[in-house]
Each structure stands twice: as structure tokens, then as C-alpha cells.
């Protein structure tokens, strides 16, 4: 076998040099397009293509109130502190308070003037494809969550003894059988969720026909996605 590879590249000094011009271009290639953090490198500065645009992967919560701080993560965005852009109502932009800027991951507050839209990353000139983001409206455990587990029963059997309690915030977090009632920031992977839409665990209220009305659920799922706070 390294015969025969011997003999062919001894015998075939075209392939091999082609072979050594593929390799030169493409270590140039990669060599450029992971300068773009340079500030002094111009092939860094960003046209399209050119393999530098920020990547925006997540952004979580994509529904919360404005005021919060939300984290997005992706690639690409540099070491110096750009941009995270909303939309407005109007269709213009507003821009976030950063709290935190890396390569992958930002920390921002959404702006007072955010409306239901993309939200994008923008580094210098380039800016990443939007995610979905929506304005919810803060949700207090106390005021609004509360009364819906009392209205819809929860309370009566989730408020006594054993299992579950979703009375205060430390007892839903603590949770029951199958582990936290709720995980912080994380609605769609949250128990009670799940059992408000009988996904993994019997439907809740235990024994109702049908789940509790889809604006009630989304009440709690927005308490969650702000952080489950006791509040
Ligand atoms: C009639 C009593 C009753 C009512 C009312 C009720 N539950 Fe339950 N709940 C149960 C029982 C019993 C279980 C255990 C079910 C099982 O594991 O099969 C349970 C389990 C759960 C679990 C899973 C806990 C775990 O860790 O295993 C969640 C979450 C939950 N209920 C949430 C709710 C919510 C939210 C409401 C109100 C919308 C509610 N329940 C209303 C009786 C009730």
C-alpha cells in the first residue's frame, strides 16, 4: 500500500503540487476568515461571506417583559462590544443595554421600545440573520400566578402535604416526585407545564376533560420564562 502511493507520487509530481497549492490556499482561507476579531485586519471587517458574521443561535427567554436581561449565545461575535438590535412598533430599531459582551455570548436588557419581532446581533457592519423575540407583559407570582393555582384547584391538593406544593416559589421549585416543579427560564421543559398540557404527566387539574384556558397557561409559562421569581 505505501508502495504503490510511493510510485504514484513519485511518478505524478502534477498532483502532488496541486495537492500543496490546495492545501496553501485553503490554510490561507481558514488563516483570513479567523482574523475577522482583529480590528487592525481589513479582510476581517465583515462583507458578506467572508465567514465573520455573528451567528446568532439563541436567545432565551424569546418572550419576556421589557426591562429583563435575556442572554444570547451564537459565534462570531467578536471581543468588542457591538450591537443587539429590536424591533420597534414602528418598524425602526432599538437598541439593548449590554451587561455582557463575548465572542458567544451576550448579555443584554430589552429595550423600552422593543415590539414583537426579530431580534439580531449587530458587529460592526454585519449583523446575524433575527430570532423570533416577543414582549410579554411582567408576571408576578403573587398577583397573577397565585390566583389561577387557587381558581383552578391546584391549591387544594398541591397545598396540603406530601408530593408538590405550589404555594410559595421555594415549594415549586422544590417540586415532587419527578423533580422541580419549575425550571427558571425554561417554561417548555417545566413539570407544570407539561401537566397543564398532560405531556409525560397525567393532565392537570387531576381529572379535568380538557386543560385550564391556553392565556392562563401562557400567564404561568411567562412567570417561568422570567425567571420563576417570588415576586
Ligand atoms: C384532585 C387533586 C389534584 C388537583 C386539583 C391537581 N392535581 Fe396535580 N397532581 C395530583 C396527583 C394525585 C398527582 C400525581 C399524579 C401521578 O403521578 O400520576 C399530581 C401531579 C402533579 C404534577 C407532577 C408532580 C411530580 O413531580 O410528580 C404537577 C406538576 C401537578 N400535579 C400540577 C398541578 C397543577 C398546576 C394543578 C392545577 C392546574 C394541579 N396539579 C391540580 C392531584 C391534583
Not at 391549591?155 to 423533580?179: E, K, P
Amino acid at each position: 500500500m505505501s508502495q504503490s502511493f510511493h510510485v504514484s507520487r513519485r511518478s505524478n509530481p502534477f498532483r502532488l503540487s496541486s495537492a500543496v497549492v490546495f492545501c496553501a490556499a485553503t490554510f490561507l482561507w481558514i488563516g483570513c476568515s479567523d482574523q475577522g476579531d482583529d480590528p487592525k485586519d481589513p479582510l476581517g471587517s465583515g462583507g458578506p461571506g467572508d465567514g465573520n458574521e455573528p451567528q446568532l443561535t439563541s436567545v432565551v427567554p424569546a418572550r419576556t417583559y421589557v426591562g429583563d436581561e435575556i442572554r444570547l449565545t451564537g459565534s462570531e461575535f467578536g471581543t468588542d462590544e457591538g450591537t443587539v438590535a429590536f424591533t420597534t412598533a414602528s418598524g425602526g430599531t432599538a437598541f439593548a443595554t449590554i451587561s455582557s459582551w463575548t465572542d458567544t455570548e451576550i448579555t443584554a436588557h430589552v429595550p423600552s421600545d422593543a415590539a414583537d419581532g426579530g431580534v439580531r446581533v449587530q458587529v460592526g457592519t454585519s449583523s446575524s440573520d433575527p430570532l423570533d423575540f416577543e414582549v410579554a407583559p411582567e408576571i408576578s407570582l403573587a398577583t397573577h400566578v397565585r390566583p389561577i393555582f387557587q381558581t383552578q384547584g391546584c391549591l387544594s391538593c398541591h397545598g396540603g402535604s406530601g408530593g408538590l406544593f405550589v404555594d410559595t416559589q421555594a415549594n415549586i421549585l422544590a417540586g415532587g416526585g419527578r423533580g422541580p416543579g419549575v425550571i427558571p427560564r425554561n417554561s417548555a421543559g417545566s413539570n407544570i407545564i407539561k401537566a397543564l398540557h398532560g405531556d409525560g404527566i397525567p393532565l392537570m387539574p387531576q381529572g379535568a376533560p380538557q386543560p385550564i384556558p391556553a392565556a392562563q397557561i401562557l400567564v404561568i409559562a411567562d412567570w417561568i420564562d422570567q425567571g420563576a421569581r417570588d415576586n
